[in-house]
Each structure stands twice: as structure tokens, then as C-alpha cells.
């Protein structure tokens, strides 16, 4: 058949774990854990299980999880989403951003989105017929130019898609930055899809800036957020968004047919990790903190240029002392010839992206990060 989208092929993630597979390589590159979720977790979900929690969930996700998530929102960001109309559970993040994309991208409207991005954004507007609009940022900081972001708004323009903390380049949105996003907005219909997934994975002393704390802008946004990446479990694939009646109303048209609802028994055992344990995400930072600088801490020998990562459990290296290969040719040979599986950045990002830089996850166990570090200091 003619393809819908005869440009894309298979996402990195599947290429480059499957490559390291090959190779017997260490894997720094799909994002996921390789050490397990909290125990209590998993008991509360065998419990519920066994207690028959085994039918459909109400389609907007199961009482007790809304709630907790409401409660959970209230005291980070001082605002509480009301638990019925505006917190929606979905089948991780991935499907959150792509009811959300669905259900706000018309046919000819402009998306802005800002490059390197998340893989899965640009497929779902193309599929709703919309036209991206890609503003590329520069290394090493990453920051939005904001009079240039506000050059690249028109009548059409219809959504805007950020992510804080930033996959693959581990920057951050200010505050700041949310207000001048607000500021270049406020006067047109114009939303917010804001990628937080690592809201639990900043390393910034003042915390993570949510779309959620800005009183203007949380009623444009859809806010989503991965129990994926909270609980080290990227393969129960439970996500949630919160947004207002109208937009939630919008995007559960979507969710609806896309899946109807996800998994009953992990739903209530969420519920209750967040209500037993609030200690768990609380104390994200420093754990991931301590894996972060472990790693870096082991590059310090190497020949790689460590950039500072400030949320996410990912961190940029920059190769130029190493070799002159471009990054996808580089992550290809380091997987075969140094045994390392890494990710490049240029597949986010629609310009040209020249520079040398490449992104290692650091989600993994000292004894994982020492050898994938012994290797690399060869180099
Ligand atoms: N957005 C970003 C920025 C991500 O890094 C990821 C997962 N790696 C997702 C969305 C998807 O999250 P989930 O696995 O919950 O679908
Ligand atoms: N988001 C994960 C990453 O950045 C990968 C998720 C996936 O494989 N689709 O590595």
C-alpha cells in the first residue's frame, strides 16, 4: 500500500538496543532502568490481581489513581486538577501526547516544536495533517530564543510542544521561560503540550518548572507525565495527562477508541505506592543524582567532553577528540567496536545537526556504568 508515512522507519531506540543486542554490547541507549521497581509496587499489583481487579477501568482510569495523582499535583505545583474532568490515565506518555496531538491538530494547522525532539511528536502531527514548525536550538544550553520563537508564529498556529526536562539534551525550562511563552500566546488560541516525563528527574535546586504553575498557561496546556519513569518500570506502560475539562474532554475522545482504558490492577497498585510511599519520588533526584555522577565521575579520564545534565537519567558526550565520524556512524562503530550502544542526536532534529554529541543513559547499575566507562575510557 502507499505508506501514510513513507518517510519514517523503525525509531532509534528499536535500532540501537537491537544493534547492542547484536553485539553483545553494553546498552547506554534506549532509556530504561536495569535495575527493578519498589517491591511494594509489585506486591500491591500481585495483591490486586488476586483480588479480582482484573475487568475493564473506567475509561478515564480507575478512581483512586486520579485521585492521588490530584493530590500529588496539588502539592508540587500548588494546583489541584479537578479528578474527574481534567486528569485522564492513558497507555504510558506515548499515547497521552498522541490523543492529545490527535486531538488538537486540524488539517493545515502549524505545531511549533523545538529540535532535538522526541521521536514520537512529529509522526502524530503529520498523520493529523498538520505542519511543524521546527525551531532548532544550539548546543551546549539548549535555551529557546525567544524572539525567534515568536517569529515563527502565525494565525495558524494552533499548539506548541515543549519538554522539561529534556529528552535526549538533559536541559531544563525555567520559570522564566514559561512566562515568555505565556507572554507570546496569551492573545491568540494557541495550546500547550508539554512533555514532562521526567518531572521527577531534575537536579535543579529550585525543582521542576511545570506548565501545571503558571495560572495562565495551564488553561491552554495538556501536562503528561510516565509512572514509567517515576517507578523504574518503563514496560508497565502507564501514563496520565491533566488538562482542562474542555481539552481533557477533547483528548478522551481520542483515548477512548485509541485504547478505551489501560491495565486495572497496575492502576490500583500505583494508587497505592503514591499514597505509601511519597518518599519514593521525592527522593528521585538524589538517586539519580548519584548515578549521574558516578558515570561522569568514571568519563573523567576518557576522551569524551561530558556536558552537565540537569534532569533526565541521560547525559550528552561530545566525541570530537575521538573521531570525525558523523553521530550515527559514531553510535553504529561504538556499538560494534567499543562494545557501548549509545544514541545520536541528529535523528531528532530536522536541520542538519553537525555536532559531535551523543546520549548515554545512566538509568543503570554502578557495576553496569563501570564497565560501559572502562570501555569508553579506552578511546
Ligand atoms: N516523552 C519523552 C520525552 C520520553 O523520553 C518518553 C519515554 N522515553 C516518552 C515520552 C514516552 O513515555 P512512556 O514510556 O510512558 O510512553
Ligand atoms: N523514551 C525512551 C528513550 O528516550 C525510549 C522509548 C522507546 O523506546 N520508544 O530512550
Redesign the pocket.
Known amino acids: 500500500p502507499q505508506s501514510k508515512l513513507p518517510q519514517l522507519g523503525t525509531t532509534i ?1 528499536t535500532q540501537m538496543s537491537a544493534l547492542a543486542q547484536q553485539h553483545q554490547a553494553i546498552n547506554l541507549s534506549q ?1 530504561f532502568p536495569d535495575f527493578d521497581g519498589p517491591d511494594y509496587l509489585k506486591s500491591r499489583l500481585a495483591y490486586h490481581v488476586s483480588q479480582g481487579a482484573n475487568q475493564y477501568a473506567p475509561m478515564t482510569g480507575v478512581v483512586p489513581l486520579r485521585a492521588a495523582i490530584a493530590d500529588k499535583t496539588e502539592q508540587i505545583y500548588g494546583w489541584r486538577p479537578d479528578t474527574d474532568s481534567e486528569i485522564t490515565v492513558t ?5 497521552a ?1 498522541f490523543a492529545a496531538i490527535s486531538a488538537l491538530v486540524r488539517p493545515g494547522d502549524e505545531v511549533i516544536c523545538f529540535d532535538p525532539s ?1 521521536d ?1 511528536y512529529a509522526p502524530a502531527v503529520e498523520l493529523a495533517g498538520g505542519v511543524l514548525r521546527r525551531i532548532a536550538l544550539q548546543p551546549p544550553a539548549f535555551s529557546v530564543d525567544w524572539p525567534l520563537f515568536r517569529s515563527q508564529l502565525s494565525t495558524r498556529t494552533r499548539l506548541v510542544i515543549l ?1 522539561t526536562p ?2 535526549p539534551t538533559a536541559t531544563l525550562w525555567q520559570a522564566d521561560d514559561f512566562e515568555q511563552l505565556w507572554q507570546a500566546i496569551a492573545e491568540q488560541e494557541i495550546y500547550v503540550l508539554s ?1 514532562e ?2 518531572e521527577h528527574i531534575c537536579f535543579a535546586d529550585q525543582g521542576h518548572a511545570s506548565v501545571l504553575a503558571h495560572a495562565g498557561l495551564r488553561q491552554r496546556a495538556i501536562a ?1 507525565s ?4 517515576t517507578y523504574h518500570m ?1 514496560g508497565w ?3 496520565y495527562c491533566i488538562a482542562p475539562a474542555v481539552l481533557s474532554a477533547e483528548v478522551r475522545k481520542i483515548h477512548q477508541y485509541l485504547t478505551f482504558s489501560v491495565n486495572t490492577p497496575a492502576q490500583l497498585a500505583l494508587a497505592d505506592m503514591l499514597r505509601a510511599e511519597p518518599e519514593h519520588w521525592q527522593q528521585l533526584p538524589d538517586f539519580y543524582r548519584q548515578r549521574r555522577d558516578h558515570l561522569a565521575r568514571a568519563l573523567a579520564t576518557s576522551r569524551f567532553e561530558i556536558l552537565p545534565s540537569q534532569g ?1 537519567y541521560f547525559l550528552l558526550a561530545d566525541y570530537s577528540a575521538i573521531s570525525s565520524l558523523n553521530d550515527v556512524e559514531f553510535c553504529q562503530w561504538l556499538t560494534i567496536n567499543a562494545g557501548v550502544a549509545a544514541i545520536p542526536l541528529s535523528v531528532f532534529c530536522a536541520d542538519p545537526f553537525p555536532h559531535k554529541l551523543i546520549r548515554l543513559c545512566f538509568a543503570k547499575q554502578n557495576a553496569t556504568l563501570d564497565a560501559a566507562a572502562e570501555r569508553l575510557c579506552r578511546l
Open positions: 531506540f532509556g497507555a504510558g506518555a506515548t499515547e501526547l522526541y514520537s519538554n529534556h529528552n512533555d516525563v521526567y503528561v510516565s509512572f514509567g519513569k518503563t506502560k502507564i501514563g533526565t
